[in-house]
Every structure is written in structure tokens, then in C-alpha cells.
């Protein structure tokens, strides 16, 4: 009889770890993969009608907790994982503007102020 237990259990021990590294190599194909699709994409951000760069501008990709933003150069890098991600660029005092992503990985951007200030 106890031999039918600790067979039983050793046999149920095994099925558990035949699942636990299935799972864990799907997760790892799964994190190879992003990190193939992912990219990082870089640019300025300027004033329109000024040529002067932007800093404090908040640059996210819409729809994820994704963001970053800009310095006094007005440069910016985000990671993106899809070419078909949204780019969200806001500053209290411009308007707010949404780029669709193509292949690029450049994108330089002139915000308006906002017509209120």
C-alpha cells in the first residue's frame, strides 16, 4: 500500500515538473520574441514656429504604461514593441499631438502652444 502512495506521488511530482518547464519555455519564447519586435525610437521635439526644443514633454505609447520624455535638448527615446503603436506627446503649454508609428525609427515633432496662453 505504500508503495502504491509513493508511487503515486512520485508520478504526480513528475507531471508537475513536465508542466512547470513547459510553461517556463513558453514564457521565455514568448519574452525572446518581444525583445526581437522591440525598438526604440528617438527624436526632437521643437516648438512650431520657433525651432526651439522642447523640454518637459511627456512622449507615451498609447495604450500601455510606456513613457519617457524630453530634456532641455528636447530629445526623447521610447522603447515600442508594435510599428503599429501610437506615440502620445503632451506639455501644459502645447496641444496635444498623437503619431501613428510606421517602419521609421525617427520621429522629430513641432508641438503648438496652446491657443489660450
Not at 10 to 38: D, F, P, Y
Not at 69 to 88: C, F, M, N, R, W
Amino acid at each position: 500500500m505504500i508503495r502504491k502512495h509513493a508511487l503515486l506521488l512520485l508520478m504526480t511530482v513528475g507531471i508537475l515538473q513536465l508542466s512547470w518547464k513547459a510553461v517556463t519555455r513558453e514564457e521565455r519564447n514568448s519574452t525572446t520574441q518581444q525583445r526581437r519586435s522591440q525598438r526604440t525610437i528617438t527624436g526632437t521635439i521643437l516648438a512650431a514656429g520657433e525651432s526651439t526644443p522642447i523640454e518637459g514633454v511627456s512622449v507615451a505609447v498609447k495604450g500601455t504604461k510606456t513613457v519617457s520624455g524630453t530634456q532641455a535638448d528636447g530629445i526623447y527615446y521610447i522603447p515600442v514593441t508594435e510599428k503599429d503603436s501610437i506615440l502620445v506627446f503632451s506639455h501644459c503649454d502645447f496641444d496635444t499631438l498623437e503619431v501613428k508609428l510606421t517602419a521609421a525609427s525617427e520621429y522629430n515633432i513641432s508641438l503648438s502652444r496652446k491657443k489660450n496662453q
